[in-house]
């Protein structure tokens, strides 16, 4: 079980997968003292939740653990709605009314550090429930008055955009700026599964 100073700093490699930090950074990031970060990162990678390059440098291991990255998330996002009470009330909405087995959703972009005049949105669907689970998405936010940018994809197009590293798309997009809300077991897979 992860300290609640892991937990914090796990958050930071959680929401910025693409990134490498020194335990400095990290430790300036949150505010904790040096030997603090020092003694909670040393365990952190020895468990395999945090990776060291040979300049010292810490990253993500999102092959891994997938359980324990989803509880991280989900922390995140209970943050990030708490702050966020009109969105927090469609996420409900569609989540009551989404018929499917099998989604992710996320928040991308600049609105997960600041509220701006719109929200993003990316879905993940299995193509066969894609376009209806569209509709369903669209129809729940005619009843909302905030700004959404919806965007729905399938797993085979999220495979084909995590596989282009270097291409500028919505999914490359997420990795450094998201907060997952629904299905963060399942983004870490297909990330994984993509990046092999």
Same mark, same amino acid.
């Given at each position: ?42 365990? &952190?990678?020895?468990? +395999?939740?945090?990776?060291?390059? #040979?300049? *010292?440098?810490?990253?993500? $291991?999102?092959? @891994? %653990? ?55 949105? &990316?879905?993940?669907? +299995?193509?066969?429930?894609?376009? #209806?689970? *569209?509709?369903?998405?669209? $129809?729940?936010? @005619? %009843? ?53």
């Amino acid at each position: 079980m992860l300290t609640k100073t892991q937990l914090k700093v796990m958050q930071i490699f959680t929401s910025k997968i693409n990134e490498k930090f020194s335990i400095k950074q990290i430790s300036e990031i949150l505010k904790k003292t040096y030997p603090l970060i020092h003694r909670s990162i040393q365990e &952190l990678i020895q468990n +395999n939740f945090v990776l060291k390059d #040979n300049k *010292e440098l810490l990253s993500l $291991n999102y092959k @891994e %653990n997938h359980q324990e990255l989803a509880y991280i998330e989900s922390s995140r996002a209970k943050e990030f709605l708490n702050k966020n009470k009109t969105l927090s009330l469609f996420i409900r909405d569609a989540l009551e009314n989404l018929k499917s087995d099998f989604f992710i959703l996320l928040v991308f972009g600049s609105s997960v550090e600041k509220e701006g005049r719109d929200t993003d949105l &990316l879905f993940i669907f +299995n193509k066969k429930d894609l376009e #209806n689970n *569209e509709r369903v998405i669209r $129809n729940t936010s @005619e %009843n909302f008055t905030l700004k959404l940018d919806i965007n729905a994809i399938s797993v085979e197009s999220a495979y084909e955009m995590l596989s282009k590293r270097d291409n500028v798309n919505v999914l490359n997009e997420t990795l450094n700026k998201h907060v997952i809300l629904f299905g963060a077991e399942n983004y870490y897979r297909i990330l994984k599964n993509a990046r092999q």
